[in-house]
């Protein structure tokens, strides 16, 4: 799409991965935020640059066919990002939901110190 826009190819090619790159690290960070007592008010900002990505990457990804009248292939295109978009809403209820991988480490007790005289 960028190269029916006149862009140059050596530019074209870096959109697509940008706002991949942007959705990754806002899901990662907006997981990472909520896991460390990060509250809904304060993740409103990145949730909202989030839903921002996923409509951006739906437009990336349906625009060219829409454009040459490609139905059929706009709607497969458009599975992608529609399930980015409802990931990120879904992502507000259950992130804190959701139990880390691995369980925390036990605390192990020391043994206890012998008597001096006792083997």
Same mark, same amino acid.
């Given at each position: 799409?960028?190269? #029916?826009?006149?862009?140059?190819?050596?530019?074209?090619?870096?959109?697509?991965?940008?706002?991949?790159?942007?959705?990754?690290?806002? $899901?990662?960070?907006? =997981?990472?935020?909520?896991? !460390?007592?990060?509250?809904?008010?304060?993740?409103?900002?990145?949730?909202?640059? $989030?839903?921002?990505?996923?409509?951006? @990457?739906?437009? *990336? &990804? @349906?625009?060219?066919? $829409?454009? !040459?009248?490609?139905?059929?292939?706009? $709607?497969? #295109?458009?599975?992608?990002?529609?399930? *980015?978009?409802?990931?990120?809403?879904?992502?507000?209820?259950?992130?804190?939901? @959701? =139990?880390?991988?691995?369980?925390?480490?036990? &605390? =192990?007790?020391?043994? !206890?110190?012998?008597?001096?005289?006792?083997?």
């Amino acid at each position: 799409m960028c190269l #029916d826009l006149g862009i140059t190819a050596w530019v074209a090619w870096l959109v697509a991965p940008a706002v991949d790159l942007s959705v990754i690290g806002l $899901l990662i960070g907006i =997981r990472f935020l909520s896991l !460390h007592g990060y509250r809904d008010d304060q993740l409103a900002k990145p949730r909202r640059l $989030l839903r921002f990505c996923g409509i951006l @990457t739906l437009a *990336l &990804n @349906t625009s060219g066919a $829409l454009c !040459h009248q490609q139905f059929g292939t706009a $709607l497969v #295109d458009a599975v992608g990002p529609a399930l *980015l978009i409802g990931w990120s809403e879904a992502r507000g209820c259950s992130g804190r939901s @959701t =139990r880390p991988a691995r369980p925390p480490p036990r &605390n =192990r007790r020391k043994p !206890h110190p012998r008597p001096r005289g006792s083997r």
